[in-house]
Every structure is written in structure tokens, then in C-alpha cells.
């Protein structure tokens, strides 16, 4: 495990050589505890996320976390949402997008949905275990393809579904710039009337602009369209540090996106995130 996951001192520099006053937090994604047994499940993540809590209360003004929920126990899932999301510091969860469980477009989940959307906590959706559907491996397919193109169907299978008409104060964010979401917002539009059982609804285009994005596309152009696709009060500043998928300037990113302007700039590096989590 990278000594940057466990050293919050190290953390906290890196901040500072970077210019993050406030970071939100989430735990490894590959924490999470798929192979063990409900019961142990439920221990692992109740030991994990109030182990981040504690973490974060011991640094209020810097860091909030994300809590990890159990993406195989819809139920499990929400009352652990439920149980922490008035800890100090906690101001959402994190959610595999994938591995063993229902889908998250089926109505099971639901009752997280609703926990959420009353709560005003932010679900960070992130992949999982994404398989590639051309059958492919190796040469960094899984971060390059598989990753985005899963939390793309995720979401797209949400929207047919309703799951966003049904819960419109639910702030789900998708991570490494919405995936592929942005960019193909057209054809779903074209297309999810065809879609069995769509019968009506919001236009789907008009759902993703009410999602929030990370910033993590690794490209000023590519930021640029996103914040001119979504809006720049849907678009937060993410890193993925310390992993070398991530971007470590990240805020430069930002910086260097030359058709925002410096209203847009402000929104997407603090101002939506404390309008979301307070600061």
C-alpha cells in the first residue's frame, strides 16, 4: 500500500506543495471487502470508515471523507450511510460501480437513493472490477477503457430506468471526468427512446448535466468541454492522488483550461465543492 494512502503528514504537504486547501478523502477502492460474508462485511466497513472519521476529525480544516459502502447489500449500504453521515466530516460515500450485488439501476437501491437525496450527501460513483466488453487485458486497458466505459453504463442504465426523475436532489458524481458520459451525450439522446421500457422522462442529455463530474480528464481541452457540456457548477476539483493514474496538478489543470473563464475557474477549484459540503 502506498505510504501516501497511511501518512497524513505527507498528505497534508503534498497539499500544500499544490495549492488544495481542503481535500475530501475516500478509502482505496480495493478495500473493498467483496469476498468476505455479510456479517464480516458490515465489521470491515464500520472499522474502516470510522477509522477515516476519526482521521478527518483530527484534521477538520482540511480533509471530509467519503464513506465506503457495500456494493453487494443494498440495505447494508444504506444504513451504513445513515449511521455516518452525521459525523463530523463525513459528507457522502463512496460506491463501487461494479463487482458482486444487483445493479444500481434496480429498484433495491432505492432506499440509498432516498437516504442520499434527503440527506444531501454526495454519492461518488467509482468502477470496479470492470470487465472489458471486447474481451481484451493487459496494456492498461482496465484504467484506460474498461474503468470509464463501466461507470458510462452504470449511469446510462440509471437514467432508463428513472432512477434520477424519481430522485432529482440526488448528487451522484462521476469520476474521471463522467467517463464517456460527456462526449456521447447525443447518441443516448438519439437512441433511449428506442430503449424497452423507456417510457418517457427527462431527456437523458438534460440528466447528465444534472450530475456532477471530477475534473480528472487529464486535459485542458478536454476540461474545457466538459464544464461547457455540464455547466461549471456541476464540475469538482479531483486528483486521484496519489496514484499514477491520477493528476497531481490537478489545480494547474484547471488553471490552464483557456476557455474558462475565471467564474468558471473559481467554481470548478473550491467554490462548488463548498456550496456541496460547506467549508
Known sequence: MPAALTDVHARLAEMDRTGVDVQVVSPWIELCPDELEPAARAAFLRLLNDGMAELVASNPDRLRVLVLLD??????ATAELLRTVDHPGVVGAELPAGGPGIALHDPAWEPLWAAASASGAIVQLHPWRAGSAAGLSGMRLADLVDGPAQTTAVVVAMVLAGVFDRFPQLRLCVVHGGGFLPYQSGRFDAIAPLAPGRTGGAAPGSVLRGLYYDSLTHS?????????????????????????????????????????????????????????IGC
Open 71 to 76: 456494493r453487494g447489500d443494498p440495505a447494508a
Open 220 to 276: 485542458p481541452e478536454a476540461l474545457g468541454w466538459l464544464v461547457e457540456f455540464a455547466g461549471s457548477g456541476q464540475v469538482l476539483l479531483g486528483s486521484d492522488y496519489p496514484f499514477p493514474t491520477g493528476d497531481r496538478s490537478a489545480v494547474r489543470t484547471v488553471l490552464a483550461a483557456r476557455s474558462l473563464t475565471a467564474a468558471d475557474r473559481a467554481a470548478v477549484l473550491g467554490g462548488n465543492a463548498c456550496r456541496l
